[in-house]
């Protein structure tokens, strides 16, 4: 269910979730991989986290 949720998340936050949870690599890690900023890997990080929370929790409601 959670890999359902990460293939809906933009492309960006697809990659630096991928990244730092199931490669574990650190946020400068990422950072050097990406191009990005340490900053905007911490952004799409918590927006990744808080879009999947929010499908979780979408899905949890309609199996009530």
Same mark, same amino acid.
Do not use: Y
């Given at each position: 269910?959670?890999?359902?949720?990460?293939?809906?998340?933009?492309?960006?936050?697809?990659?630096?979730?991928?990244?730092?949870?199931?490669?574990? $690599? *650190?946020?400068?890690?990422? +950072?050097?991989?990406? /191009?990005?900023?340490?900053? %905007?890997?911490?952004?799409? $990080? *918590?927006?990744?986290?808080? +879009?999947?929370?929010? /499908?979780?929790?979408?899905? %949890?409601?309609?199996?009530?």
């Amino acid at each position: 269910v959670v890999m359902q949720c990460l293939q809906n998340l933009p492309a960006s936050q697809q990659k630096v979730m991928r990244l730092r949870h199931f490669a574990d $690599l *650190s946020i400068p890690e990422i +950072a050097n991989i990406t /191009q990005f900023t340490e900053v %905007n890997i911490r952004q799409l $990080l *918590s927006r990744g986290r808080n +879009a999947i929370k929010s /499908q979780l929790d979408l899905l %949890n409601c309609q199996d009530e």
